[in-house]
């Protein structure tokens, strides 16, 4: 890597290249420095905040293949040149695209240019995920057990499990961030398993290489912050606890570790910093392992040779500006020479602090929109009001993190974050905001015991409701839905198909409805019109959150239609991809669809929600002989509907209350029968304006409508 000598002074002017929160991080980093920054952005990508937050911006992908903003942030080529007419000194890639790219390094030290992230020799080793575990296990710290070597076919992987044992794990060579992993339980599910393990990979990362590994049993993930200089010194920040993770995607970080054994923490710690200097390291990187507590055992899994998401958390516990770090060290600075000439110099950790990662569900534009705050409070986003996230990209919106008070304590930490994400107001995008709410209300996550395993075995967490009910949330809400026209899906509700999008195909009699189970993008067409399918055969691949999920045909027979989709176009949670003819004694299928995973679709809520209404409806039908509904009737008032249908324009009403009131399930979980709250709420018009509506039902009031 080329940098300056010790002493030489820092570096002026950096290309960032990355974009949304991250890129805004790094520019704000280099500013307090006394720097100055270059952002980059594709051209779906010009309204991003994080263009307003560099000295400059300059689009790229005008030299490039068009159509795929994604290659425009992995075109080398391109940011060179955006660096080099932007007068950089140096280029800070973020993470995610090229930051673990030892090309990449080696093209900007060819160029002249500085890149801040260890040398193209550590990219490389690391970047081999089955290298890096040859290297670490010749090191004397433990690996999962696994391959030796990559496995080129399902063959192959089927006769290495064998010999490990089910469950096992598909995993990229080149992988990192959650993509390019797949568990497969049984020898069945390897060829299918394999295929979309190693696609994931090739689109991600450039590279289908993958390995194999055991599946540890209910693990917790914990990582380790090293920072090292170009003359051998190496540190650690201590450790994280990132195992609340959703699809091998990381949701919910703390540093550090919550309940760890002090002599296993300590083991942990000294193999990250012998990693780090056996691979000559240097820079910011992350050294992860999968723990069992129940044995006290730990397993290297990879290092990550670049900055990480979770990075704030780390320097939230120990004040110390990881970014920062990083632009001193390429700029040739020693750790003695920025305070931290040994690991005494760091410290301890100071209490406890917890990420929360706020995602988007689908497409949307923001209607209103306030991040949280106050003491002990950090938000690192990129959202604003009015602003359409571009679908193409890595959904992260926001990343809040709620630090300890004076009590130090863990549980303090996650009240702290969970009082923030109360008070976090997105309008008009779905977002995860809900069930991060549940994670950080769940009572083994506040013990410090969540596993990796935590959202699988508990399911239902993602599937909270939208909103606690108090707070400031309801009055922004009510406030957003007047001032902004009631415009947009509600935030955390499943988002009606975008205007731009073709109609879902209707199910008509003796159909069968192929339904897409979450919002995502196309990535393949399996079958068309006319082709005979069994229950099971792939019929679209979509892509969401960096996974593929297949889209599955639900019974036998012949396809009689399918939905007028290209590869990249976006499809929507619910949406009817394909119709089937079914066979001739086709049945429902018994088991659940292996797409359709809890955590990846809103279906069972939604068919809950119009059974409620379905009930709430009849029960205040005219001529119910229900007792509030009679009641009202006898002192000659009218029930909240009846009221509400005078008051506004025909068809207009948007209902959210119905789903409000009290339940009674039958023995397998279905609905039995509803009692509806005493109120109703929603939208609708009045001549044609906006209107929020709220009206009581069976009260000793006898009601009343209010709108606004």
Wanted: contains cysteine.
């Amino acid at each position: 890597m080329s940098q300056p000598a010790a002493g030489e002074g820092l570096l002026k002017r950096v290309l960032i290249g990355n974009r949304g929160e991250i890129a805004i991080r790094i520019a704000k980093a280099a500013s307090a420095l006394g720097m100055e920054s270059v952002g980059v952005y594709a051209s779906v990508d010009s309204l991003g905040l994080h263009t307003r937050f560099t000295t400059e911006a300059v689009e790229i992908g005008t030299h490039g293949p068009a159509g795929d903003p994604v290659r425009a942030y992995l075109d080398s080529g391109e940011l060179i040149r955006a660096a080099k007419l932007g007068g950089c000194d140096c280029v800070h890639p973020g993470y995610g695209f090229l930051s673990e790219n030892a090309t990449f390094a080696a093209f900007c030290e060819a160029e002249g240019l500085v890149f801040v992230g260890p040398p193209p020799a550590v990219l490389t080793l690391f970047g081999d995920k089955v290298r890096a575990r040859a290297f670490a296990r010749a090191a004397g710290i433990p690996v999962v057990p696994g391959s030796t070597e990559p496995v080129a076919s399902a063959e192959e992987a089927l006769a290495v499990a064998r010999e490990l044992g089910y469950p096992v794990m598909l995993k990229a060579s080149a992988g990192g961030g959650g993509r390019g992993m797949r568990a497969v339980a049984a020898a069945g599910e390897m060829a299918e398993s394999f295929e979309r393990c190693r696609s994931e990979a090739q689109t991600a990362f450039g590279d289908g290489t993958l390995f194999l590994e055991r599946v540890i049993p209910r693990p917790r993930h914990i990582e380790v912050q090293i920072l090292a200089d170009a003359y051998g010194n190496v540190i650690h920040l201590f450790d994280r606890d990132c195992s609340v993770q959703q699809r091998n995607q990381k949701v919910v970080e703390v540093a550090p570790a919550p309940g760890l054994d002090a002599a296993l923490r300590e083991r942990i710690l000294a193999d990250a910093t012998k990693l780090a200097r056996a691979a000559t390291f240097v820079n910011a990187g992350t050294v992860e392992f999968l723990v069992s507590p129940e044995t006290g055992e730990h397993f290297f899994i990879e290092c990550n040779p670049r900055l990480q998401v979770e990075h704030t958390v780390t320097e939230q516990v120990t004040g110390i500006d990881i970014v920062e770090a990083q632009f001193r060290i390429a700029s040739g600075a020693s750790l003695a020479s920025i305070g931290f000439g040994d690991q005494h110099a760091v410290g301890n950790p100071r209490g406890f602090a917890v990420q929360a990662r706020v995602v988007a569900r689908g497409a949307g534009i923001i209607r209103a929109y306030k991040e949280p705050g106050g003491p002990g409070v950090r938000v690192d986003a990129c959202g604003y009001l009015g602003y359409a996230p571009p679908q193409q990209f890595d959904p992260l919106l926001a990343k809040v993190i709620g630090s300890s008070n004076s009590s130090a304590s863990f549980v303090s930490a996650v009240d702290r974050t969970l009082r923030a994400l109360d008070e976090f107001h997105i309008e008009g995008l779905e977002t995860n905001l809900p069930a991060l709410r549940a994670i950080l209300s769940d009572p083994r996550f506040r013990a410090g015991d969540a596993r990796t395993t935590l959202l699988v075995e508990q399911p239902e967490i993602l599937s909270a409701s939208s909103s606690n009910g108090t707070g400031p949330l309801p009055l922004l809400e009510q406030q957003a839905g007047v001032a902004g026209g009631g415009a947009g899906p509600h935030p955390n509700r499943p988002s009606k198909l975008s205007p731009s999008l073709p109609p879902a195909l209707e199910v008509s009699a003796g159909m069968r409805g192929v339904t897409c189970p979450l919002d995502g993008l196309v990535v393949q067409i399996a079958a068309t019109e006319g082709d005979v399918v069994r229950e099971g055969d792939t019929i679209l691949v979509v892509s969401a959150m960096k996974m593929e999920t297949v889209v599955i045909a639900p019974c036998s027979g012949a396809i009689a239609a399918v939905q007028r989709l290209g590869i990249g176009d976006a499809v929507s949670a619910g949406q009817v991809v394909a119709l089937i003819a079914p066979a001739k004694g086709a049945v429902e299928p018994r088991t659940r669809a292996r797409t359709a995973d809890v955590e990846q679709t809103w279906a069972p809520v939604l068919d809950e929600i119009k059974t409620l209404q379905t009930i709430a409806h009849a029960r205040l039908a005219p001529g119910s002989d229900d007792p509030g509904v009679v009641r009202q009737r006898s002192r000659g008032k009218l029930t909240c509907r009846e009221r509400i249908a005078l008051l506004l324009d025909d068809g207009s009403f948007r209902e959210i209350g119905s789903a409000a009131g009290f339940a009674s399930y039958d023995d397998e979980g279905r609905v039995a029968d509803f009692t509806p709250a005493n109120h109703v709420g929603g939208w609708g018009a009045i001549d044609g304006r906006t209107a929020v509506v709220c009206a009581d039902d069976f009260t000793s009031r006898g009601g009343h409508a209010d709108g606004a």
